[in-house]
């Protein structure tokens, strides 16, 4: 089956846009994670959605935002883009949530100028 | 706040060495993972750690999770090169419903033929 697909895979933007990123989980996979990456912070979480709810949220500010469809299909947000957002934004779908198997995609590059 | 700390975050050894990553916390985890991330691409699991001094092997690749449930190691045996990529730890707080995944740092690893 179809893995996790993220749109698009690399993005450039300037500081003060706004961006959107997209994550198809696996089919039947109700719950979708996302998270930056960067070479000085590691993987930090930013929130998991599950059945179109926020279950749970990490610890970043309210620029950042998601969402997720009736399809299971989720958005990320970035408002007001600074340089420091630069990083790889990775999602990760699961059949339940945190505690069963995570299969993630390949990532958003996004860099910010 | 770093919740988990993953050490040593870099390690260059000859194929046929062994090594062990560590991965130390001070909070309790429902459960402990470990992921190997390869440059371009997505984390991908290796293994999910439940029970306080479960050790789980995985062909060279022997994975433990402390008595307390607050530390993991992960030791590989005759290293190869291709083992080379970054390994990351993740614990999960609290219940699925309503916890977080918390990565470490990762651990670069670079395996000379």
């Known amino acids: 089956k179809a893995g996790v697909t993220q749109t698009p895979r690399y993005l450039i933007k300037t500081r003060g846009q706004q961006v959107t990123l997209s994550c198809s989980p696996i089919?039947?996979?109700?719950?979708v994670s996302w998270y930056q990456q960067t070479p000085g912070q590691g993987l930090q979480f930013l929130f998991e959605y599950f059945s179109e709810t926020q279950r749970n949220k990490g610890n970043f500010p309210g620029r950042f935002s998601g969402r997720q469809f009736s399809n299971s299909r989720s958005e990320m947000n970035v408002s007001t883009l600074e340089l420091g957002d630069s990083a790889l934004y990775l999602c990760?779908?699961?059949?339940?949530?945190?505690?069963?198997?995570?299969?993630f995609g390949q990532g958003t590059r996004l860099t910010v100028v | 706040t770093q919740l988990l700390e993953q050490s040593p975050q870099f390690l260059s050894i000859q194929e046929g060495e062994n090594l062990t990553v560590y991965c130390n916390s001070s909070?309790?985890?429902?459960?402990l993972q470990w992921y190997r991330q390869e440059p371009g691409e997505g984390p991908v699991l290796l293994v999910t750690?439940?029970?306080?001094?479960e050790v789980k092997k995985l062909k060279r690749l022997t994975f433990q999770f402390g008595d307390a449930r607050k530390d993991s190691s992960l030791h590989i045996t005759a290293a190869q090169p291709g083992d080379t990529g970054l390994y990351l730890c993740?614990?999960?707080?609290?219940?699925?419903?309503?916890?977080?995944?918390?990565f470490g740092q990762g651990t670069t690893l670079q395996v000379k033929p």
């Open positions: 909070s309790v985890f429902s459960s």
């Open positions: 990760a779908s699961s059949s339940q949530g945190l505690q069963t198997e995570a299969f």
């Open positions: 750690v439940v029970t306080g001094g």
């Open positions: 089919s039947g996979h109700r719950s």
């Open positions: 993740a614990g999960v707080i609290g219940s699925s419903n309503t916890g977080k995944l918390i």
